[in-house]
């Protein structure tokens, strides 16, 4: 079983814990969102919201993003180290990496967040954190459209780039917008 089914089932593994971990670190953000406006309320009853809130953070964080995020982790590895030299000669695996890289940076950005968010010290405005809220569907998106159009990143790279920074630029629009119509 130790050849391509067992590769289909890492890759599945992979998948179903990618998920997971983007289902938690989406949300994780959203749930600074309301502890912040909970926070920025004043009132007692903000108060109660704020411990609340510190619960549902820590319990998302340590629950499922940090398990779901190692075991995506675990598997991504050990489905590299079984075919290395396939791997490292691709430029979409490169630019694959690269993202993860940078979503192992948010990770830590958010988990410094929750360090924060515990002592009621969020540091960000409402509309800061939604901005933020904004960066892991940047790297989702570049993640699944390099694993997707591998092909294509040989050839097009630069089409592809000019429409990942496209989509980060409506994304980030959409968002200035809904907080401008929000207040």
Same mark, same amino acid.
């Given at each position: 079983?130790?050849?391509?089914?067992?590769?289909?089932?890492?890759?599945?593994?992979?998948?179903?814990?990618?998920?997971?971990?983007?289902?938690?670190?989406?949300?994780?953000?959203?749930?600074?969102? =309301?502890?912040?406006?909970?926070?920025?309320?004043?009132?007692?009853?903000? /108060?109660?919201?704020?411990?609340?809130?510190?619960?549902?953070?820590?319990?998302?964080?340590?629950?499922?993003?940090?398990?779901?995020?190692?075991?995506?982790?675990?598997?991504?590895?050990?489905?590299?180290?079984?075919?290395?030299?396939?791997?490292?000669? /691709?430029?979409?695996?490169?630019?694959?990496?690269?993202?993860?890289?940078?979503?192992?940076? =948010?990770?830590?950005?958010?988990?410094?967040?929750?360090?924060?968010?515990?002592?009621? /010290?969020?540091?960000?405005?409402?509309?800061?954190?939604?901005? =933020?809220?904004?960066?892991?569907?940047?790297?989702?998106?570049?993640?699944?459209?390099?694993?997707?159009?591998?092909?294509?990143?040989?050839?097009?790279? =630069?089409?592809?780039?000019?429409?990942?920074?496209?989509?980060?630029?409506?994304?980030?629009?959409?968002?200035?917008?809904?907080?401008?119509?929000?207040?």
């Amino acid at each position: 079983m130790y050849g391509t089914e067992f590769f289909a089932i890492l890759k599945a593994i992979h998948i179903i814990f990618m998920v997971s971990y983007f289902a938690g670190i989406f949300y994780i953000i959203r749930l600074f969102i =309301y502890h912040k406006d909970a926070l920025d309320g004043g009132l007692d009853k903000d /108060q109660i919201l704020s411990k609340q809130f510190i619960m549902m953070e820590s319990r998302l964080w340590n629950i499922i993003i940090v398990p779901a995020g190692l075991l995506m982790a675990l598997s991504g590895l050990l489905m590299l180290s079984l075919n290395w030299s396939f791997f490292s000669a /691709q430029i979409w695996m490169k630019v694959k990496l690269l993202f993860v890289f940078f979503l192992l940076v =948010y990770h830590i950005f958010c988990w410094k967040l929750l360090k924060l968010s515990a002592l009621n /010290q969020i540091n960000l405005s409402s509309t800061q954190l939604r901005m =933020y809220n904004e960066i892991p569907t940047l790297i989702l998106f570049v993640v699944v459209f390099a694993v997707i159009l591998k092909n294509y990143f040989v050839t097009h790279w =630069y089409w592809l780039l000019v429409s990942f920074i496209g989509m980060g630029a409506v994304i980030m629009l959409a968002v200035k917008w809904v907080n401008r119509n929000r207040k």
